[in-house]
Nanobody, 115 residues
């Protein structure tokens, strides 16, 4: 089972950008669907974006046109480029790796967008 660790969160002003990185272990990374989720205080965890093993992507409506997910199978890494950030993007962002079964979660990284 792939293990994942997120990095790249922080504090940014509205309109700014951040890039989150998810480093995965394991030799079968390329076969996994990788996703980013987020959870804001008092809210359920929600899907932000995912990328499949063949590179197909899908985004939540709230981030379309602002966020971009990508993967580098040689480096076992998934990136989430976040532009035009808004205060409502403030949340803990989690990386998720899934091949079969429930998949693996990282510990999360905090993103805070100030107005």
């Amino acid at each position: 089972q792939v293990q994942v660790v997120e990095s790249g969160g922080g504090l940014v002003q509205a309109g700014g950008s951040l890039r989150l990185s998810c480093a995965a272990s394991g030799r079968t990374f390329s076969s996994y669907t990788m996703g980013w989720f987020r959870q804001a205080p008092g809210h359920q965890r929600e899907l932000v974006a995912y990328i499949t093993s063949d590179g197909s992507t899908n985004y939540a409506d709230s981030v379309k046109g602002r966020f971009t997910i990508s993967r580098d199978n040689a480096l076992n890494t998934v990136l989430l480029q976040m532009n035009s950030l808004r205060p409502e993007d403030t949340a803990i962002y989690y990386c998720h790796a899934r091949n079969v079964g429930p998949g693996s979660w990282g510990q999360g990284t905090q993103v805070t967008v100030s107005s």
